[in-house]
């Protein structure tokens, strides 16, 4: 088995883990990236063969909400449905507090958006996403918006961060769904999460940015050695 199937394989027993959560009738966030693929995958095969009745998924991007459409998953709007008993998405990176960086599928506000909104968030990943301290092996997605974003390089410079353009398959800047660009800013290890957080926040035409503190309730994590689950109560 390479290290790409390898991880497949991982990804796919965290997704698996996490369809044990959910339940009839439940109002579903659903996640954008790879780990979260496969879990909307293994949810559609349940509700398919009736042991999911009445279960309504939410949305974190476009591009899921039309792949749940076509596997004849129910989707509504989180105006429709405001309130989520659980979401389960992916993670880029996730340090011990299960604090984390999201973004690299693209729909970090979204996904942001629709966590806040969640009664319990649950992230699946494989073992490679869990880090000493954030900013190791992941940049920060940043979502700006199109005016002016140049003027922020600067800004992120002081910062200590190198900055890259998100570009898409096409070679030209990639936009989210809401049309906005991303910044990928890479700071290395980020010791002073809480700050970085407020300074990325105060700053005009930054709509939101990849580091989702605080937010996560369990991180299940797949490995050689088994399926992990860290919970923020500190139990496991």
């Known amino acids: 088995m390479n290290n790409a199937s390898s991880l497949d394989h991982f990804k796919a027993q965290a997704a698996a883990a ?3 959560l959910v339940e009839p009738g439940m109002t579903l966030g659903l996640g954008t990236g790879s780990t979260s693929a496969i879990f909307l995958e293994l949810l559609a095969q349940r509700v398919a ?3 999911l ?7 974190t991007s476009l591009a899921v909400e039309q792949r749940a459409r076509r596997f004849g998953l129910t989707v509504a709007s989180l105006d429709e449905r405001p309130v989520l008993d659980l979401t389960v998405d992916g993670a880029d990176e996730v340090d011990p507090e299960l604090n984390v960086i999201k973004g690299g599928g693209g729909a970090l506000l979204r996904e942001k958006i629709v966590a806040q909104a969640s009664r319990r968030l649950v992230l699946v990943v494989d073992h490679t996403k869990l880090s000493p301290t954030l900013g190791v092996t992941w940049p920060v997605p940043i979502e700006v918006i199109p005016f002016g974003w140049r003027t922020h390089l600067p800004f992120f410079e002081k910062l200590g961060a190198e ?3 998100r570009m898409a398959a096409n070679q030209t800047p990639y936009h989210t769904d809401q049309d906005n660009l991303i910044l990928d800013c890479r700071f290395g290890p980020i010791h002073n999460l809480e700050g970085l957080a407020e300074q990325l926040s105060r700053r005009a035409g930054l709509v939101e940015h990849g580091l989702f503190l605080g937010m996560a309730d369990e991180v299940i994590a797949a490995s050689p050695e088994g399926i992990q689950r860290l919970r923020r109560d500190g139990s496991a």
């Open 18 to 20: 996490a369809l044990e």
């Open 49 to 51: 063969a009736g042991e």
């Open 53 to 59: 009745p009445g279960l309504v998924g939410v949305a």
């Open 163 to 165: 900055v890259v353009v």
